[in-house]
């Protein structure tokens, strides 16, 4: 029973991070929320091999780590040259390619 | 014990919404490193230790110290000295410290256990991990080298850049 709350948890702060994905417009909470996400899905895979009594879900989990490593030191580098070129952190300013 | 579980996802839930509710960025990252040790506990609970030791050292020791650094960095107007006088308040930490104080208890109330019950799932261990990871899952691992290069390579060309234009 614990593992299909966990699963319900995961859910409910995937949800938190993808509102504060929508929501927010400064760089760093975006990243902050991204974050979040990553960890709801690791929860699940965890909660998921729980249940099964695999070693699978903590093998993503490793990956999912390895990927969120790799993804901040790229991100937070590129919010450094951001806040250094525009002077602001506000998504909606770095409007150029008119996307 | 399943009260430990709800406890700790209570926690994580309060955390995260805290962290997406808060105007200061150094306030949300107190809030989100609450969050990811509540997390840890759970993965604990649900009876897999290794990626809750991995949970607190890489990503509330690792990456968050990052993302303070960075915001840190992002702070050096005439207005910072004022700023941090204002962040530095003592009133601020009473969230995240009563937060942490209640995943303290229940890793008290863990350890006068002695550990996991019966009930609860079965624990993974880390050598049954670790022979699926180097057995069917070899080429993943292979993948994620490929993966961290690019990181590493990108991390300290977005850092090259700024030191070339400045100097």
């Known amino acids: ?99 | 014990m399943e009260w430990l579980f709800y406890i700790a996802a209570a926690v994580a839930l309060t955390a995260t919404i805290r962290v997406i509710t808060h105007l200061h960025a150094v306030h949300a990252l107190l809030y989100f490193v609450v969050s990811v040790l509540a997390l840890a506990l759970i993965f604990y609970l649900l009876g897999a230790a290794f990626a809750a030791a991995l949970e607190v050292i890489v990503y509330a020791g690792a990456i968050m110290v990052l993302f303070v650094f960075v915001v840190m960095l992002l702070n050096q107007g005439p207005l910072t000295v004022e700023q941090e006088r204002r962040w530095l308040s003592p009133g601020i930490w009473i969230g995240p410290s009563a937060l942490a104080l209640v995943l303290l208890g229940e890793v008290f109330v863990i350890i006068a256990g002695g550990g996991l019950g019966s009930a609860d799932p079965v624990p993974i261990r880390p050598k049954e991990v670790s022979i699926s990871l180097y057995g069917p899952y070899v080429i993943a691992v292979e993948l994620a080298s490929l993966l961290l290069l690019p990181g590493l390579i990108g991390a300290y060309h977005l850092g090259r850049r700024r030191a070339k234009e400045r100097g």
């Open chain 1, 1 to 99: 029973m614990v593992t299909v709350h966990a699963l319900i948890l995961a859910v409910a702060m995937f949800s938190l991070g993808l509102v504060g994905l929508l929501v927010r417009r400064n760089v760093i909470y975006m990243l902050l929320s991204i974050e979040i996400m990553l960890n709801s899905a690791s929860l699940a895979f965890i909660a998921a091999g729980a249940r099964w009594g695999q070693a699978d879900g903590q093998v993503m989990y490793l990956m999912i780590l390895t990927l969120a490593a790799a993804e901040v030191s790229v991100a937070l580098g590129i919010v450094l040259q951001l806040s250094y070129r525009f002077r602001t952190l506000d998504a909606d300013a770095f409007s150029e390619m008119r996307g």
